[in-house]
């Protein structure tokens, strides 16, 4: 089993930055790919950021420019530097991280439980 966890939301006024940060733990061979996606209310889940284990980015386009993803292999863990926020980036942030588990090799798909983060003056 893997577990993911988020953290580092919070409330930030407009122009202001924040760095969240997700850990992966459990069982792991190895993550693919670790992703950010975000779900403001009455919306629904949508993508902000991903990257793989080369490094590979891709990110929505309202964050192009504000959002740096990176990821530390050897901690299972990634990153989501935020600036130039704006009050549309309000949102539940969510981390999600996807490969193999160890022993079994079965894949995985895991979710974490989101952090909130809110831009307002």
């Known amino acids: 089993q893997v577990q993911v966890v988020e953290s580092g939301g919070g409330l930030v006024q407009p122009g202001g930055s924040l760095r969240l940060s997700c850990a992966a733990s459990?069982?792991?061979?190895?993550?693919?790919?670790m992703g950010w996606y975000r779900q403001a209310p009455g919306n629904q889940r949508e993508l902000v950021a991903t990257?793989?284990?080369?490094?590979?980015?891709n990110y929505a386009e309202p964050v192009k420019g504000r959002f740096t993803i990176s990821r530390d292999n050897a901690k299972n863990t990634a990153y989501l530097q935020m600036n130039s926020l704006k009050p549309e980036d309000t949102a539940v942030y969510y981390c999600?991280?996807?490969?193999?588990?160890?022993?079994?090799?079965?894949?995985?798909?895991?979710w974490g439980q989101g952090t909130q983060v809110m831009v307002s003056s």
């Open positions: 999600n991280a996807e490969g193999r588990m160890s022993r079994t090799l079965r894949s995985f798909n895991s």
């Open positions: 459990g069982s792991i061979f190895t993550i693919n790919s």
């Open positions: 990257i793989t284990s080369g490094g590979s980015t």
